[in-house]
């Protein structure tokens, strides 16, 4: 494959441009990510110093970071004829590497988990009286949000604390105690933490240097003031530096995100390589015509000529406005548009229309309903509207007494679902023998346990699609108690309970999705609803924007309490920017234009009072002469369609999904489609604390250390942790793990020396957009009969066999992925159960590896097609704990469930 095969003279001059820093301006459609792509492929291969783990490129999303990736993956295949190595490249997120470089070479952080945005709000409720809310005169639960908002502000500006007053800096290093005294991580304290051990740890910011000889942030013009000061600390060092934006999609300032940044890049970084890509290959000459008229009319822009690549015809019709009376006439109108162009040949996953504002996308999803329109809906969170859910929240407040056992029974009865009234009558019978007030004990009282068993005594089983989004949202409604539970599991079970009512019935409502919205691994082809920002990153053939409305689109000023309430904005540099503007909204409408390929429609009815007056944004849109008033004339020949994506969705799999996969199709069904969590348990987390301490004692042997008993025992207090158990389990358990430790210390010590590798990063392309990743134990090497043998380990606690576990296609994965990693092929496989010491090995025979992608691919193209069959036999099924989820009422019979 030519690197160089149909790009333009800019894009050319971007890729080849690997000696000096880089600046590249990359218009929307502009084929940035093929520019990136093949530039990480020429480093690698005009440079044979240059090792893929000395590159490291940014991204603004995982999804961008997958699309990336594959596509670095598929040009090293087609242009290096390999891809070794290319699991050390790290392409992800600025968070996900401050948080990897962390925990990979800092002890302390291994024990460190990251919080959601609700398991954040939920701790800090929690802990409301420690972790600075009050000393800023907040209030709990309709100030929390705020709170949040302030706290991220300042984390991500704390190098300006000396500005703040006394009151705010205690409140923060509250908040940061208050996160750190139960090892969790917020998004911002991740960046702070990393900036500190740079700037503050000189061994640490060694090694992080040492090993970036090439850095590329993409989206540039998001980052904010803290990602910005580690991009310049990382540039310090001595790196390659490509930041690749466009000022015009600057849309991310409401988080924080500075323009400023890349207005000024090249004056503070005193670059001389400014590359433009303004052509866009995306869209037809009319979309990038109208998105020109509009962005022009902005004044604080860096200077670009756009131009369309006029790979798309426009035909007359393609782009339309048309205004309306009333709401229901516009969203008719967008249906009606929708139906033709399908009908023309447009698949509906290729439409969208994109809002400006959430609220008007449960009207627009009631007209799609009306026309058996298929759409999916983001950040529509209605999953406590429906019937399953208000059943499932109801065996919680039936235990907190607020109901009773008759509205409980109707209702489950209301469920649209053929229940049996006697096994519900059984189920709520064994909720009347937990007294909740008489156990003292967190463990006697699990919320998702529960839960489980109530499902247990009653028969839901996937019999059709009515029963199967039953099954999606009360596999939610389980990832909701989880969300609840990771934080409250330690709490006095009568706390808890009330707790939980409490959140269920105040928060948890406007915060979960229905259950099918959340399944990542199949794409349906549906019309997508959602907003502008969601949109950041995608195309589609058709894109409808509506309701263009004055204070809408652009939007009204939001009223109310802000955090300049709560702080002073000449602590903050820059602060207009939180603020938005106009030519904040209309960069937001420059991004929602240039998401079409082809087809925009722009309409608009008069919403509330606020917001009868047309949208300036449209005047500015009409003034292109390809923007025509809508004809009920035009008609959609499907002549000049463009070429719409064949691709699968991504499929991001670990080794761990795939075991359980091989296990039990079904069980993984019920999983990773359904959302089912297994309810946790006191001694959670042994198998992975264990599993630290071994990397931990592997990689001081590896550094060249010699290690005394005493410094192993002090490894293992450093690195156990476990999060939910009480202090006597607590110490049982560690004394348990110093003496497997010891023991398996004692037993290997000798062969330490042949080590190459302790948890080694893999990740396995294996094609049409299947990813397979996780991390190998062990790689030793040992002589045998006078030959050099290489073993792969992986290590088991006792939770299973090793003779189970060696015949596991996990372990198989293993193999393939170290092939690809190094370019050699391993000899043998291992599984060491580091509790009782017992070891077990397989030999990687010929043709092993060959079978192991075939499983894989066929895997992947199973669950894309939802082909998820139950493996049944009685030793296997009474050992699943989903099996309730699964079996008939006779098989539960037969095998005593």
Not at 248 to 258: A, K, L, M, N, P
Request: glycine residues 6%.
């Amino acid at each position: 494959m030519d690197l160089f095969e149909n790009l333009s003279d800019n894009q050319i001059e971007a890729v080849k441009t690997i000696d000096e820093d880089l600046e590249i301006i990359a218009c929307a459609g502009a084929g940035k990510t093929g520019v990136v792509t093949r530039r990480v492929i020429n480093i690698l291969k005009s440079n044979p110093d240059i090792l893929p783990e000395n590159i490291v490129a940014f991204t603004f999303t995982e999804k961008a970071a997958e699309e990336l990736k594959s596509r670095v993956y598929k040009y090293g295949e087609a242009v290096l004829e390999n891809t070794k190595g290319f699991a050390n490249m790290y392409i992800g997120t600025i968070h996900g590497f401050c948080l990897k470089m962390l925990q990979e070479y800092i002890v302390q952080f291994q024990k460190f988990t990251v919080l959601d945005e609700i398991k954040t709000k939920l701790y800090i409720e929690k802990n409301y009286n420690f972790c600075g809310m009050p000393d800023l005169g907040l209030k709990i639960y309709t100030e929390t949000n705020l709170f949040l908002s302030v706290i991220s502000t300042l984390n991500e500006n704390w190098f300006e604390r000396d500005k703040w007053d006394e009151k705010t800096r205690a409140a923060v290093d509250k908040y940061k105690d208050t996160f750190y005294r139960k090892n969790y991580f917020d998004y911002s304290l991740i960046m702070q933490e990393m900036l500190n051990q740079l700037e503050n740890n000189k061994d640490f910011a060694d090694i992080i240097l040492s090993k970036i000889k090439y850095l590329t942030v993409d989206e540039y013009q998001d980052t904010n003031p803290i990602q910005e000061r580690l991009i310049h600390f990382i540039k310090q060092g001595g790196c390659n530096l490509c930041i690749v934006g466009d000022d015009d999609q600057t849309i991310y300032q409401f988080r924080g995100s500075d323009p400023e940044n890349i207005l000024t890049f090249r004056e503070r970084y005193g670059i001389n390589k400014y590359i433009v890509l303004g052509t866009d290959y995306r869209s037809s000459e009319a979309i990038v015509d109208i998105g020109k008229r509009v962005i022009v009319n902005n004044e604080k822009r860096l200077p670009k000529v756009m131009e369309s690549g006029k790979l798309i015809k426009y035909e007359e019709g393609d782009t339309v406005y048309r205004e309306f009376d009333e709401c229901d006439e516009e969203y008719e109108f967008i249906a009606k548009r929708i139906k033709a162009l399908h009908d023309s040949g447009v698949k509906y996953s290729e439409m969208a229309v994109l809002l400006r504002k959430r609220k008007h996308g449960p009207d627009i999803a009631k007209m799609f309903d009306e026309y058996e329109i298929p759409y999916i809906i983001e950040g529509v969170n209605e999953l406590f509207s429906t019937a399953e859910c208000q059943a499932a929240k109801g065996i919680f407040d039936y235990l907190a007494g607020t109901i009773g056992m008759m509205e409980l029974f109707q209702l489950w009865k209301s469920i649209d679902y053929e229940l049996d009234e006697k096994e519900i009558a059984e189920a709520i019978a064994t909720l009347n023998v937990i007294d909740v007030k008489s156990k003292k004990f967190y463990g006697e009282f699990v919320l998702q346990k529960v839960y489980h068993d109530f499902l247990r005594r009653i028969s839901i089983v996937d019999e059709s699609n009515s029963s199967e989004i039953i099954l999606y949202n009360l596999g939610k409604f389980s990832q909701v108690i989880n969300d609840f539970e990771t934080i409250y599991y330690t709490t006095i079970p009568a706390n808890k309970l009330s707790s939980f009512c409490n959140f269920l019935k105040y928060t948890a409502d406007g915060y979960y999705p229905e259950g099918h919205i959340a399944n990542t691994y199949i794409r349906p082809d549906a019309v997508n609803i959602m907003t502008v920002h969601q949109s950041k990153g995608l195309e589609f053939t058709a894109v409808f924007i509506p309701q263009m409305n004055h204070n809408n689109f652009p939007s009204a000023k939001m009223g109310g309490k802000s955090i300049w309430h709560v702080i002073e904005k000449d602590w903050i540099p820059n602060a207009d920017r939180f603020a938005g503007g106009v030519e904040e909204e209309r960069k937001l409408f420059y991004v929602a234009i240039t998401r079409a390929k082809k087809f925009l429609f722009l309409t608009r009815s008069p919403g509330n009072a606020r917001e009868k007056k047309v949208s300036e944004f449209m005047v500015e849109a009409k003034e292109s002469p390809y923007m025509l008033g809508f004809d009920e004339k035009m008609v959609y020949t499907g002549n000049h369609i463009p070429p719409m994506s064949e691709d699968a969705a991504p499929l991001n799999l670990n080794f761990s999904i795939l075991q359980d996969y091989f296990d039990c199709a079904y069980r993984f069904k019920l999983s990773m489609f359904y959302g089912f969590v297994q309810p946790i348990v006191p001694a959670l987390g042994y198998g992975k604390t264990m599993h630290e301490i071994v990397m931990n004692i592997h990689r001081r042997f590896l550094s060249g250390e010699t290690l005394s008993s005493e410094d192993i025992e002090q490894i293992v207090n450093d690195s156990f942790y476990l999060p939910y158990a009480n202090p006597k389990l607590q110490d049982n358990m560690l004394e348990g793990a110093k003496k497997s430790i010891a023991g398996y210390v004692t037993k290997n010590q000798d062969d330490f020396a042949n080590i190459t590798m302790a948890e080694a990063d893999i990740e396995l392309d294996m094609g049409d957009g299947i990813k397979v990743n996780g991390r190998i134990d062990l790689v030793k090497r040992r002589e045998i009969s006078g030959e050099e043998k290489t073993y792969i380990v992986d290590f088991k606690t006792a939770s299973r066999e090793v003779t189970e576990c060696i015949n596991a296609e996990q372990l198989k994965i293993y193999a393939l992925g170290y092939q690809k990693l190094t370019g050699e092929t391993a000899d043998y496989l291992e599984i060491y159960n580091l509790d009782n010491s017992e070891s077990e090995r397989q030999r990687v025979t010929e043709g092993l590896l060959e079978n192991v992608s075939r499983d894989i691919r066929d895997a992947a193209s199973n669950i894309r097609n939802n082909d998820l069959p139950r493996k049944c036999s009685k030793g296997k099924c009474q050992k699943c704990y989903l099996n309730y989820l699964c079996l008939s009422k006779k098989e539960k019979q037969e095998y005593e469930v």
